[in-house]
C-alpha cells in the first residue's frame, strides 16, 4: 500500500487490522504468561544488564504510541545495573507507560525518574490526570481488574492481567512496586507508580549516593 494516500480506506483498514492482531497477540500472551505463573513454569533469564539502558529503550517504544502525549525521562549520569531479565523488565514497563497513555488521556505530560536511593534502583512513572480512587487502590494488581478510564468509555485494551503480571514479575527479581494516587475531579492530581529492584552485587558495594543526614537538635533559645 505504498502508492496510496495516507488517508485511503485501504492504508486505514490495514493499519486497523494491525492494530488489532498486535492487540490480540498480546491478550495471548497474557494469558500464556499467567498460566506459567500459576504453574511455575516461569523462568527469568537474568543476567548483570544496565537498566538505565532497558528504561530508555521502553520510553523510547512507549512514545511512538501517542502524539498526545510527551513522555518525559530522568535517569542518572551513571549506569544502574541489576540482576535481571532486560526482556521482561522492559515488558513491565511498557505495561505502566500504556496504562498511563490510556487512563489518562488528557496528561499531556508522563514522567519517568530513574535513580539510586541506598542500594536500590527505584523507577517511578508518574500521569497527571484525574487519579485513581481510593477504594480501586487495594484491588489494582488484582488479576483480571480493570480501572475505569477516566473518560467514563469501557477499556477494549486488554484482559486486567497486565498490572499483576507486572507485579509478579518485579517480585521475581527480588524487588516490590507500589502504586499512590489522588482521585480528582480536575486534571493533575495523577497516579505514580514506583519500583524498587536491588542493584547488581558489583554496585552495592560500590559507594552509594549521599543521603541526607539528620540534623542534631538545637538547643531552646534561653
Given at each position: 500500500?505504498?502508492?496510496?494516500?495516507?488517508?485511503?480506506?485501504?492504508?486505514?483498514y490495514?493499519?486497523?487490522?494491525?492494530?488489532?492482531?498486535r492487540?490480540?497477540?498480546?491478550?495471548?500472551?497474557?494469558?500464556?504468561?499467567?498460566?506459567?505463573?500459576?504453574?511455575?513454569?516461569?523462568?527469568?533469564?537474568?543476567?548483570?544488564?544496565?537498566?538505565?539502558?532497558v528504561?530508555a529503550?521502553?520510553v523510547?517504544?512507549?512514545?511512538?504510541?501517542?502524539?498526545?502525549?510527551?513522555?518525559h525521562?530522568?535517569r542518572?549520569?551513571?549506569?544502574?545495573?541489576?540482576?535481571?531479565?532486560?526482556?521482561?523488565l522492559?515488558q513491565?514497563l511498557?505495561?505502566?507507560?500504556?496504562?498511563?497513555?490510556?487512563?489518562?488521556?488528557r496528561s499531556?505530560?508522563?514522567d519517568?525518574?530513574?535513580?539510586?536511593?541506598?542500594?536500590?534502583?527505584?523507577?517511578?512513572?508518574?500521569?497527571?490526570?484525574?487519579?485513581?480512587?481510593?477504594?480501586?487502590?487495594?484491588?489494582?494488581?488484582?488479576?483480571?481488574?480493570?480501572?475505569?478510564?477516566?473518560?467514563n468509555?469501557?477499556?477494549?485494551?486488554?484482559l486486567?492481567l497486565?498490572?499483576?503480571?507486572?507485579?509478579?514479575?518485579?517480585?521475581?527479581?527480588?524487588?516490590?512496586?507500589?502504586?499512590?494516587?489522588?482521585?480528582?475531579?480536575?486534571?493533575?492530581h495523577?497516579?505514580?507508580?514506583?519500583?524498587?529492584?536491588?542493584?547488581?552485587?558489583?554496585?552495592?558495594?560500590a559507594?552509594?549516593?549521599?543521603?541526607p543526614?539528620?540534623?542534631?537538635?538545637?538547643?531552646?533559645?534561653?
Amino acid at each position: 500500500f505504498a502508492d496510496q494516500p495516507a488517508d485511503s480506506p485501504a492504508r486505514n483498514y490495514t493499519a486497523r487490522a494491525y492494530r488489532q492482531a498486535r492487540r490480540l497477540k498480546r491478550l495471548v500472551q497474557d494469558l500464556m504468561d499467567v498460566r506459567r505463573l500459576q504453574n511455575g513454569g516461569f523462568r527469568l533469564e537474568t543476567e548483570r544488564m544496565a537498566l538505565d539502558q532497558v528504561v530508555a529503550e521502553a520510553v523510547e517504544a512507549a512514545q511512538t504510541m501517542t502524539t498526545e502525549q510527551t513522555i518525559h525521562l530522568e535517569r542518572p549520569d551513571t549506569p544502574l545495573f541489576v540482576a535481571g531479565d532486560a526482556a521482561r523488565l522492559e515488558q513491565v514497563l511498557l505495561n505502566l507507560l500504556t496504562n498511563a497513555i490510556t487512563y489518562a488521556p488528557r496528561s499531556k505530560r508522563i514522567d519517568v525518574r530513574l535513580r539510586r536511593v541506598g542500594n536500590e534502583a527505584e523507577l517511578h512513572v508518574r500521569d497527571y490526570g484525574q487519579g485513581i480512587a481510593a477504594a480501586e487502590l487495594p484491588q489494582i494488581f488484582s488479576r483480571f481488574y480493570q480501572v475505569a478510564r477516566a473518560d467514563n468509555r469501557p477499556s477494549r485494551r486488554g484482559l486486567g492481567l497486565g498490572l499483576y503480571i507486572a507485579r509478579e514479575l518485579v517480585v521475581a527479581h527480588g524487588g516490590r512496586i507500589e502504586v499512590t494516587s489522588v482521585e480528582g475531579t480536575s486534571e493533575g492530581h495523577g497516579t505514580t507508580f514506583t519500583i524498587r529492584l536491588p542493584l547488581a552485587p558489583d554496585q552495592t558495594t560500590a559507594t552509594a549516593a549521599p543521603q541526607p543526614q539528620p540534623q542534631p537538635e538545637q538547643p531552646p533559645m534561653a
